[in-house]
């Protein structure tokens, strides 16, 4: 296997975290975090399976093309000899059933999800056509695989490429048992997908938010909580997580960034953001250090 594009955590998630541990989100927003958490923990799940792979394929994570004015996202593709894999994967849990009528998913509640199938079949409808336009005509072998053990589905349809928790490891075997000796045009072929990847998803949906209403402090990296004090170079989170302060500093700047692209990064914001780092010059040797210096004295700030 070939890791040509590694899976990241998209913008939307990263914030939807941020905001989820300093203010209280709707309804609506909550769900959609957890569903976006839910989803990358599966897919990375997914990603220790294909890392497995022998060296004969190229791995392309987190496609999200545009064809024909129509946007589509593929979470996994594999491009072999012959054929190239696109993949629906899917962190689904608890039991579920296929309505053959409808040809929808269904909780057993009915409180219908999602069709993956449906999913899959639109991106392979317009990542055909978008290979054609550009002189590759590899034939395109889709498949949702649900990744959750504790996924069931109830009068599944037959004969559709749908691979279940139980058959993860048999359909990896599948796919090395593939012969495949990928070239130039392969390589090629990668890099023009990677090329067309849309950053800034159209599906972004966030809850409108302002700084004033986000609790401020300094959160643990690796279980979100609030840090209760810091002294000296490192603190040590209640989880046992150890980080050293300037790690610390740049990782909420990265977040200040992020939550609020129009704020200027200084001294004083980042003071106040914090908390509990009661050194404003620490802060400030902190942003000369790691950041671009614009502007004097009262008017600085860092880029």
């Known amino acids: 296997m070939i890791l040509l594009k590694p899976r990241v955590e998209s913008d939307e998630l990263k914030i939807l975290r941020f905001l989820n541990n300093r203010m209280i989100l709707p309804v609506k927003d909550k769900k959609r975090y957890i569903y976006l958490e839910k989803g990358y923990r599966g897919e990375m799940f997914f990603d220790q399976l294909t890392a497995d792979l022998q060296p004969k394929f190229y791995i392309i994570n987190d496609l999200c093309l ?9 979470d996994t593709t594999i491009i ?12 689904y849990e608890g039991d579920f059933y296929y309505d053959n009528d409808s040809k ?9 999800i ?5 999913q899959l079949k639109r991106s392979k409808s317009l990542l055909n056509p ?35 928790p139980t058959q993860l ?6 796919l090395n048992k593939i012969p495949s000796k990928l070239n130039e045009r392969h390589k090629k072929l990668a890099e023009l997908l990677i090329s067309m990847h849309q ?18 402090g300094l959160t643990c990296a690796k279980c979100q909580s609030f840090v209760p004090s810091v002294s000296g170079k490192y603190f040590t989170c209640i989880c046992g997580y150890k980080e050293d302060v300037e790690t610390a500093i740049i990782r909420s700047v990265r977040e200040i960034q992020l939550l609020f692209p129009n704020l200027k990064i200084t001294t004083n914001l980042v003071y106040e953001w914090c908390m509990v780092i009661h050194s404003k010059k620490v ?14 004295r009262h008017l600085r700030y860092y880029i």
Not at 66 to 74: A, L
Not at 80 to 91: G, L, M, S, W
Not at 199 to 216: A, F, G, I, M, N
Not at 283 to 296: H, M, P, Q, S, T
Request: aromatic content about 16%; charged content about 25%.
């Open 104 to 112: 929808g998913f269904f909780t057993l509640a009915k409180d219908e």
């Open 80 to 91: 072999a000899q012959d054929k190239i894999f696109p993949i629906e994967v899917k962190n």
């Open 169 to 174: 490891n048999k359909f990896m075997e599948k």
């Open 66 to 74: 545009e064809f024909n004015n129509s946007v589509f996202q593929i």
């Open 283 to 296: 802060i400030r040797e902190v942003l000369k250090k790691n950041f671009v210096v614009v502007g004097d």
């Open 199 to 216: 950053t800034d998803s159209p599906y972004k949906r966030l809850p409108p938010y302002e700084y004033h209403q986000v609790e401020k």
């Open 130 to 164: 978008l290979l054609k336009k550009h002189g590759f005509y590899l034939p395109l072998e889709g498949y949702v695989t649900f990744v959750n053990p504790e996924f069931t589905l109830y009068q599944a349809p037959l004969n559709e490429p749908i691979v279940y």
């Open 114 to 118: 999602k069709n993956a199938l449906d």
